[in-house]
């Protein structure tokens, strides 16, 4: 079912020229296209690469991967000084997954203490630094 998302996705951004490709890898989704190099490699030229987007293989997804598609293609039609901020897009995309998830985290884990009548995590770390005296 998603791959046949993924394909029509995929056809329309060839029709629109647009460069970039979403492919399915596990249950998550990845753009490919041929890319200026990351900042400090030792590559040369530009070269196929994959952009991990975080974004779950599901029909969602596929739209939130073809909008960024979309992004990424015009920034690789407006020239050769985008290679840095390509990069740049994807390490903050994923600086924004990480803090979500430990947002998330330390949410999840002061509902469950709350839930088993525990101290919440930065009451008992002060109980054990002893910073409460």
């Not at 998550?28 to 900042?39: K, S």
């Amino acid at each position: 079912m998603i791959e046949g998302k993924i394909s029509q996705a995929n056809g329309r951004l060839k029709t629109a020229a647009v460069g970039v490709r979403i492919e399915a890898k596990g249950d998550r989704l990845y753009l490919r296209a041929t890319l200026p190099p990351r900042p400090g490699s030792s590559q040369q030229r530009a070269y196929q690469q994959r952009i991990a987007l975080h974004y779950r293989a599901n029909p969602y997804g596929v739209s939130l991967a073809e909008k960024e598609a979309r992004k990424i293609g015009a920034l690789i039609d407006c020239g050769s000084l985008i290679g840095s901020r390509i990069w740049a897009i994807a390490r903050l995309k994923l600086r924004r997954s990480v803090f979500i998830l430990r947002n998330l985290q330390r949410l999840i884990s002061q509902k469950f203490l709350a839930l088993l009548g525990k101290p919440s995590i930065k009451t008992s770390s002060l109980l054990w630094t002893g910073a409460n005296r």
